[in-house]
């Protein structure tokens, strides 16, 4: 082969032109566009290769009659044309096809305004104002209509925060699917007079600042959330709890709480109730004056722990002893000794629970059921950071407690598409390299292209194919 075809094709290949291939036949040369693909059938890779045009010393590539007017018929089709993002529509398609049903039964004059907002919502809050422009960079896959106008989506917001037999729809189903639960409280600022909602309360931050508070249920067995309520905030944490419980029906079920809710009032309320509860006790409990022997032992991430059980009245106690965890509490013991900041008497009396998880439960199970249903309550708090740090959904510009209502419901929904992402990244082992942000950036690449007769799916980047195989995924075409 001559050096100026050699030049020809380096120079191509530095313009990022691929999958170029040069024939020679006699003194000429022709150029062909070659792939290869895997036959199944045959289980052979096969090449293919299309006529391009012939190459020209002086002119360069001659392009093939055949190949002009291939091209020219594409630019007369091309005159009008939409590009959207193809790939992260179809991811968050996947992610919510399992609620769209029930928001269609549950907002039937509504529901494409839901879904839509919802989907926008999963990376990061989008104001209202930019919702419509934000909507038309998406492939519209569901060819659905939604009317995004700011009015229309605020008088949306209303009518959903209004409709809490529609939420209940949702909640219902989804804790039907459940049969371990985890409750937990949280709360976001809003200083706008105009919602009742605000109040002041408490919060672990101490700051004296009018609050929403959030009450979030998750099921331990999915991963998932299944429920979300805004309360006044000046209403406590034990108080929450009896007003949710009372408007859900959870019999027979495993509700895990945090020790905020140990005491006893609580444990009557769920006895009435019949549901089974899972709390931590407070240190400062008389159930840790119990004698409860360290018979048994266990493994929880590579973590020695030692445990045992005891029956008392119609309650189990479950003692758990975890030895780095103990290590770490000594430690600290020792240095607020020798800082004066506790007595050898205090210290002494530490020392006897450091390292130590005392839960309480109305239900018999073995040791390490219970241990490891306990730590599954990291899951909410867990959701609550994405709601807060990834969703920026406490970030409250509205002026009536049924928009509030609205909102946080719009925001359950982005938040439970967003964890279904996470878990479809943790079951291929790719959630420590990548987070359902960085997955639905990495798919928005491949676009859509609407010729307005016709359209096609761009060329898809072989380090998406890589991750649609990773994850089990058939989105794209082959």
Sequence with gaps: MESWVVDWIKEQRSLGVKCLEIKQRGTKYYVYHSTTHWDKNIKKAIKTSKYLGRLDRERGMVESHENQESQRSEAQSTDVRNVTEYGNSILLQE?????????????????????????????GNVPLKRAESAWEKYYNIESINPNLKPKNL????????????????????????????????????????????????????????????????????????TMIRPLPGSVKDIKTLSNSLLELDIRGKVLILDRGFFSEEIFNFLDKLEISYLIPARRNSHYYEERIHLN????????????????????????????????????????????????????????????????????????????????????????????????????????????????????????????????????????????????????????????????????????????????????FPT
Excluded at 97 to 122: H, M, T
Excluded at 336 to 364: C, F, Q, W, Y
């Design 95 to 123: 992610s919510l096809k399992d609620l769209k049903p029930l928001l269609i039964g549950a907002f039937p004059g509504n529901w494409e305004e839901v879904y839509a907002l919802s989907k926008l919502r999963v990376t």
């Design 154 to 225: 605020s008088k949306m917001l209303h009518e959903v925060g209004t409709n809490r037999d529609g939420q209940r729809v949702v909640f219902r189903t989804l804790l039907d699917r459940s049969e371990q639960l985890v409750y937990d409280l949280s709360y976001v600022f809003s200083r706008s007079v105009s919602i009742s909602l605000a109040e002041k309360g408490y919060n672990k931050d101490r700051i004296h600042i009018p609050q929403i508070n959030i009450v979030l249920l998750c099921s331990a067995d999915t991963g998932l959330p």
């Design 296 to 475: 048994e032992h266990f493994r929880y991430h590579k973590r020695l722990i030692r445990c045992g059980c005891k029956k008392l009245g119609n309650k189990y106690l479950y003692l758990f002893e975890d030895q780095v965890l103990m290590l770490e509490e000594r430690d600290t013991l020792y240095d607020k000794l020798d800082a004066g900041r506790i007595t050898k008497v205090e210290l002494h009396e530490e020392m006897k629970k450091s390292g130590r998880i005392l839960i309480i439960s109305n239900r018999k199970m073995n040791e390490q059921e219970a241990y490891e249903l306990f730590k599954r309550r990291e899951s909410v708090e867990k959701m609550f950071d994405t709601y807060k740090s990834t969703l920026s959904a406490d970030r409250l510009y509205l002026h009536d407690d049924e928009s509030v209502f609205g909102h946080v419901f719009i925001a359950f929904l982005s938040l439970y598409a967003y964890c279904k992402l996470e878990l479809l990244l943790k079951k291929a082992g790719a959630n420590k390299k990548m987070t359902p942000g960085d997955l639905l950036f990495e798919f928005s690449k491949v676009y859509h292209i609407d010729f307005g007769e016709h359209g096609k799916i761009m060329e898809v980047p072989k380090k998406i194919r890589d991750i649609e195989a990773k994850l089990g995924l058939n989105i």
